[in-house]
């Protein structure tokens, strides 16, 4: 097993997997990270996104990020309810970065249409559920320089995993 | 004539697949059904997965019937499924996987170069962070597999992921991979470095079989003991990265809200836990007062299981189970304790003990701590009660 390990190190291909080529890797690459790295150049704001949220969103999360009853969670509200009772865990109140936001409406969204969005789309759509949620302006623009520096309420909500937490006794 | 006529017709019934509840027989003097090129069970054995209902049924879940099996492997028509947006058809002759990032030489890997690289089979459990999550909301499940059923056992079959990363010869500053699937979604998870090199498998095989569709056809990673959602199906893309990514499914999704507002993030492990499989809510005691074999199972994902207590009187008093062999670090243990029932009311329990000395703990302990809007990673204890009539139900 070493050995053959050994060989795959040191032939590089010896196993016939082949070197990746730079435009490949540039079409499949979507890894966004919280810095902003990996974000494509684009802009839009709410005002856009408005019209694009009805039409391409709202079908599930209702007009203004709602959701419907029982059904679609709500992508806005909660902010401060965490510790309460009854917290309510939204885009707004719950996600710790704005860059998350945009990574998952481009790979994944819409449900039965994912990646159909062109980055100016995926920009507007940020925008205005950021600004259904109160953290930005309606106007605001987001871009590969601005949504990372949106400080979303809930950023400094996470901490470590901290098991073992629960010790149990004989 | 009419006799010879009716078993040729029937003969053909079977020899077409067809076999009948009325063909099946104690015993026979007639000729059986002919070989087949793929085997199915017996037409009577109806167990099957709870099939939940979801407004998007590619966002659905299926729960293992953890009831109605035995040993430790589950079979690959039984392992839970929860997917989040389907599963796709993907053709293992032209799928890739693109190892890049962080690396020196970016890679592409088809599925026929990973069947030339050495090649490794492990048990490793499965095991979805939601499972049991109504346990822990305060809303106790009726049966082992309502309650527990995000949970499944196979043989996995691949390459090390870190014969991968090492072939693409890592950079020092790369500190963690994103994992993606192929699926619509393209559903992706951060994973330490230090994980990734340790004992991550890119399995291809389950059971002996090509990994099945819904557990990410033609591979998947197998994370051995750490949540089942990192476990990513369909696997297409890897990129190492100085950083997590904090995809939706490391923030919004399997991450642990606490009393106090905060949320623990990257709660990897699922710590040791056990159900009674046997007897269990749903099934009845219906030969009456007896002996019963309790049966069921334990598992970590911190190694291996090293004890297995099991209480019939309300917790008062704990007896040590029988553990089966093999005892595999992060597989299901089976194990087994006789009990004298004396026909009247009881509560059946168990808790475990892995290798690190961690004790299961109850649901109330676990809610002191992380209160009841936790949702993920619940292992507490799972307590059946047994009524004089042999019923049993939760507890």
């Known amino acids: 097993m070493l050995r053959l390990v050994a060989i795959v190190l040191l032939c590089g291909t010896a196993f016939g997997q082949r070197n990746a080529t730079e435009a490949e890797i540039k079409a499949k690459d979507l890894t966004v990270l919280p810095t902003g790295a990996g974000l494509p150049a684009g802009h839009g704001n709410a005002v856009g996104g408005k019209d694009l949220f009805k039409e391409k969103c709202a079908v599930c999360h209702n007009d203004h990020g709602e959701g419907r009853e029982g059904q679609y969670v709500a992508l806005v509200g909660g902010i401060g309810s965490l510790k309460t009772g009854k917290p309510v865990r939204t885009v707004g109140s719950y996600w710790p970065y704005a860059t998350t936001i945009f990574d998952y409406v481009r790979r994944a969204m819409p449900y039965d249409h994912p990646r159909s969005l062109s980055a100016d789309d995926v920009y507007s759509a940020c925008a205005y559920i950021l600004f259904l949620n109160g953290i930005i302006t309606e106007t605001q623009e987001m871009n590969e320089k601005t949504l990372p520096q949106v400080k979303m309420p809930n950023r400094d909500g996470f901490v470590p995993d901290a098991r073992p937490d629960v010790k149990s006794k004989r | ?395």
Not at chain 2, 240 to 256: A, I, L
Not at chain 2, 278 to 305: D, F, H, M, N
Not at chain 2, 333 to 347: H, I, M, V
Not at chain 2, 364 to 389: F, M
């Open chain 2, 1 to 395: 004539m009419k006799e010879i006529r009716q078993n040729r017709r029937r003969f053909l019934a079977l020899g077409a697949g067809l076999a009948t509840l009325s063909a099946c027989k104690k015993e026979t003097s007639e000729i059986g059904a002919p070989v087949r090129a793929y085997g199915d069970r017996s037409p009577l054995e109806k167990a099957a997965r709870d099939v939940r209902e979801s407004i998007t049924p590619g966002t659905s879940s299926t729960r293992t019937p953890l009831q109605d099996l035995d040993g430790i492997i589950t079979p690959s028509s039984l392992h839970f499924e929860r997917h989040h947006s389907g599963v796709p058809n993907i053709d293992g002759a032209k799928h890739e996987i693109l190892v890049h990032g962080l690396v020196e030489q970016p890679l592409v890997f088809t599925m026929d170069d990973l069947q030339r690289l050495p090649s490794v089979s492990r048990i490793y459990f499965i095991e979805c962070a939601g499972n049991s999550g109504a346990e822990l909301a305060g809303n106790p499940q009726a049966d082992a597999q309502k309650s527990t059923g995000l949970l499944s056992c196979s043989e996995w079959t691949g390459v090390p992921l870190s014969t991968l990363l090492k072939a693409a010869r890592l950079k020092p500053e790369g500190k963690w991979i994103v994992a993606e699937g192929a699926d619509a979604c393209l559903m992706a998870r951060s994973i330490p470095i230090e994980k990734a090199l340790d004992d991550v498998l890119v399995a291809y095989g389950q059971n002996g079989e090509p990994v099945r569709p819904e557990q990410g056809y033609p591979v998947r990673l197998v994370v051995p003991g750490w949540e089942g959602n990192i476990n990513v199906k369909w696997l297409h893309r890897i990129h190492v990265v100085d950083q997590p990514s904090m995809t939706r499914d490391e923030t919004s999704h399997y991450t642990d809200l606490m009393p106090d507002g905060t949320a623990q993030k990257f709660t990897f492990v699922m710590e040791a836990k056990s159900v009674i499989t046997r007897p269990s809510g749903g099934q009845k005691l219906t030969a009456g007062p007896g002996v019963y074999e309790i049966r069921g199972l334990a598992w970590s994902g911190r190694g291996k299981i090293q004890r297995v207590e099991v209480s019939t009187d309300n917790g008062q008093t704990w007896t040590d189970a029988e553990l089966q062999s093999p005892i595999l670090p992060m597989a299901v243990t089976r194990f087994r304790l006789p009990w004298q029932w004396s026909g009247k009311a009881a509560t059946l329990q168990s808790r475990c003990t892995d290798e690190t000395g961690y004790l299961q703990p109850t649901i109330d302990e676990l809610q002191a701590v992380r209160g009841t809007h936790s949702q993920y990673h619940c292992n507490g204890i799972k307590v059946w009660s047994v009524k004089e009539d042999g019923s049993i139900s939760h507890a």
